[in-house]
């Protein structure tokens, strides 16, 4: 085993501080990667917090880690020491089922595999995320990332970018397309990025009037308002596309009325309860509610050369790995445009 530094922490109540782990020893089929940069997921703070009640402790959190390659395993052909590499939000599958087969491993029948909190199969122990020096990854599991792209912005395109970018890439927005992003946070920022480089004609839809100028400078064509009920009413029936990132209990009948007959709103935040949803809503224009996690593999490197082509990256602020704890309050309140990434050359000294 390789033992490593890192930060974690061992009860829901604990903060998070530094810690000692143990990495496995490379496999043939492994990638050793030197931590560069891990971006602060909010999932993060609900596992640490144990907000889902499955957290396992001690915890390391981390799914949005950028790195360059220390070693590889003798059956690893696609990667080099020295290349620049990310790892996301899974580092397994069964590899066996359909949808592992579609490169759907997020959705595999077995589960996937977290890259924190997850079972690792070689060691029967749970993994441990980004908040560390090292990781070693199965090869499957490791993205190639653009070497043109400023790298600190990059990491948090590992979760927030591909939940974003994957139902826009799966319902073909395009050139020409109405799409409304509902939400301006660490997903929704992202989703105002990659409309307007899809082309579409975007709208960022807040309560928060004072948004209205970052939405702009993000990529919006406009704003709406969703509390001014004049302002609701003259975009009725005119959405292609909703894309929801709202990450908490909410009404979502304001925005049914929006959509296009046979259109669709996509979910990607709230993973709770809703505020009961009127019926009427979708069969008065054969409107849909979908979800949509985060993308397989393969479209997470879809993902990522997109951003390298577009120069797309998430708007960051840098903070030291002991500066987490205050980080995670700030997340919490909503202080922050729009991602932390930790540079891990703070736990390295």
Known sequence: MIEVKAYGTEGEKENLKPMSI????????????????????????HAAKNDWNNTKYPLVPGHEIIGRVLKVGNNVEN?????????????????????????????CEKGMVGTYNGKNKHTEKQTFGGYSTDIIVKKDFVLRVPENLDVKAVAPLLCAGITTYSPLSHWNIKKGDKVGVIG????????????????????????????????????????????????MKKHANSFDFLLNTVPVKH???????LLKRDSTMVMVGAIEPLEPMNGGNLIMGRKRVAGSLIGGIKETQEMLDFCGENDIICDVEMIDMQEINNAFDRVTNNDVKYRFVIDMKSLKN
């Open 22 to 45: 143990e990495r496995r020893e490379i496999l043939d089929d492994d990638v050793h990667i030197d931590i560069l940069y891990c971006g602060v997921c909010h999932s993060d703070i």
């Open 79 to 107: 990667f080099k020491k020295g290349d620049l590499v990310g790892v996301g939000c899974m580092v397994d599958s069964c590899q066996q089922c359909s949808a592992c087969k579609d490169d759907l491993e997020q959705f």
């Open 184 to 231: 301006l946070g660490g997903l929704g920022h992202m989703g105002i990025k990659f409309a307007h480089a899809m082309g579409a004609e975007t709208f960022m839809i807040t309560t928060s009037p004072g948004k209205a100028n970052d939405a702009k400078r993000l990529g919006a064509d406009s704003v709406l308002i969703s509390t001014k009920d004049d302002e």
């Open 251 to 257: 009404n979502i009948n304001p925005y049914l009325k």
